[in-house]
């Protein structure tokens, strides 16, 4: 069974710039979850889908981030513009229900110059 | 709020070592308690978890017990192995509300031949 992905790697902007992360969830999960963790510092969770909605996006840090959920499958986190201080590790994680464990994606390691 | 401290890192240590990661907690109510691990190119996987006082946790040769006295939840392994070096992550979640992690800081551990 697939885990989950995400797409890309890594990523290097300047500032300014509109960056799109992917995470590919686990197939069947309709929960699915951003993390970011800046660098040295603690995973801070950002939000929360169920399926297509946002069940709670209280740890999104500003209107230049924009996540979405297509269908209820893939889901993206955009930001734009880009600051310095998005600068981090984007986690992505899924889980089958809400309260089940959830797995991680490998993380998006962006970089804003 | 909920906060989990660990200590910093990074601990480096020669194979066959013993290990200890410190962590401990601020929550209200009885949280259930984590270890992630992350290897290199990896996602977080959850190594080991506890959900009431003096539960153990343990897998791969790791430990940790639950000390609600303390408030801690401390990582030992008796003997590290090179294959052991990674980042690892103690984390709390709530016991009511949402079920979103509460993560420390991560501690990486450098294991030596």
């Known amino acids: 069974e697939a885990g989950v992905t995400q797409f890309p790697s890594h990523s290097v902007i300047e500032k300014g710039q509109t960056v799109t992360l992917r995470c590919d969830p686990i197939s069947g999960h309709d929960n699915l979850y951003w993390y970011r963790r800046v660098m040295g510092k603690e995973i801070k969770f950002l939000l929360h889908f169920v399926k297509e909605s946002k069940q709670d996006e209280s740890g999104m840090p500003n209107n230049r981030f924009l996540a979405e959920r297509t269908g209820g499958t893939y889901s993206t986190l955009k930001v734009q513009p880009a600051e310095l201080e998005d600068s981090g590790v984007y986690f992505c994680a899924s889980s089958q229900g809400s309260r089940t464990e959830q797995f991680f994606g490998p993380g998006t390691r962006l970089t804003v110059l | 709020g909920d906060s989990v401290t660990q200590m910093e890192g990074p601990v480096t240590l020669s194979e066959e070592a013993f290990l200890t990661i410190n962590c401990t907690y601020t929550?209200?109510?009885?949280?259930?308690l984590f270890w992630y691990v992350q290897y290199p190119g990896e996602g977080l996987q959850l190594l080991l978890k506890?959900?009431?006082?003096?539960d153990k946790g343990s897998n791969k040769g790791f430990e940790a017990t639950y000390r609600k006295e303390t408030t801690s939840f401390h990582l030992e392994k008796g003997s590290v192995q090179v294959s052991d070096s990674a980042v690892y992550f103690c984390?709390?979640?709530?016991?009511?509300?949402?079920?979103?992690?509460?993560f420390g800081r991560g501690t990486s551990l450098i294991v030596h031949p």
């Open positions: 929550a209200t109510g009885y949280p259930s």
């Open positions: 984390a709390l979640f709530s016991s009511g509300g949402s079920y979103i992690p509460t």
């Open positions: 506890a959900t009431k006082a003096d």
